[in-house]
């Protein structure tokens, strides 16, 4: 799988909307984003992923570079319950069999403030 | 409906010994992947079983070994453990679709060597 480049940490204010970036200068055309993040003592859980169209559920936004290249995680209102660290992972539609491993990196780790 | 379960919550063990982890997937998956959590890292990916077998696998030597049972349910047995095997032990649960599946991770297996 392509690699992805994300800042170590970030900092938000509770309430306000959050941008995490990551950077996937690598990306083939079969490679779709995905986001999860990890909440303390928890093992990781699926946020959003997309392929080319900006995308939106109810836990966030994806909004993805034209170019592909880049892709942004929006939480459009963070709460407390949000500080974790977020994971940006890509993956081939055409590995193996389908569901192969996910490959992490340090992910970002978000910082809420009160 | 239960998510992924994985028992026990923690466990000591001292260098040499084997180890045995268990993992329930979530209702309806039949895929299921390990990985291991070192501090302050990402998770890494050790394997993936489908259909009883192990379908792929991750940078891991062969002490690290796996079992899927009819029902879905996984084993990851770890043999002469070392004190680098210290780590959160993750199982995540999918269904088989290319590229686009959610993975479900349960809270892990904290493994301590000592």
């Known amino acids: 799988d392509a690699k992805t480049t994300q800042p170590n940490s970030m900092e938000s204010n509770e309430e306000e909307p959050v941008h995490l970036p990551c950077n996937h200068s690598t990306i083939s055309g079969t490679d779709y984003i995905h986001w999860y993040r990890q909440l303390p003592s928890q093992g990781p859980e699926y946020v959003i992923h997309?392929?080319?169209s900006n995308v939106n559920n109810r836990m966030a936004s994806l909004a993805i570079a034209e170019d592909r290249k880049s892709s942004t995680l929006i939480l459009h209102r963070a709460t407390l319950r949000d500080a974790a660290v977020y994971y940006c992972?890509?993956?081939?539609?055409?590995?193996?069999?389908?569901?192969?491993?996910?490959?992490f990196g340090k992910g970002t780790h978000l910082i809420i403030q009160p | 409906d239960a998510g992924v379960t994985q028992s026990p919550t923690h466990l000591i063990k001292t260098r040499g010994q084997q180890v045995t982890l268990r993992c329930s997937p979530k209702?309806?998956?039949?895929?299921v992947s390990w990985y291991q959590q070192a501090l302050g890292q990402g998770p890494q990916f050790i394997f993936q079983y489908y259909e009883e077998e192990e379908r792929q696998r991750g940078n891991f030597p062969d002490r690290f070994s796996g079992h899927q049972f009819p029902n879905y349910s996984s084993e990851l047995n770890v043999n002469a453990l070392l004190l680098g095997d210290s780590a959160l032990y993750l199982c995540a649960s999918s269904t088989r679709n290319r590229g686009r599946e959610k993975l479900f991770f349960g809270s892990g297996t904290q493994l301590s060597v000592l």
């Open positions: 992972i890509l993956r081939d539609v055409r590995s193996g069999g389908g569901a192969d491993g996910l490959t």
């Open positions: 209702s309806g998956h039949d895929t």
């Open positions: 997309g392929l080319t």
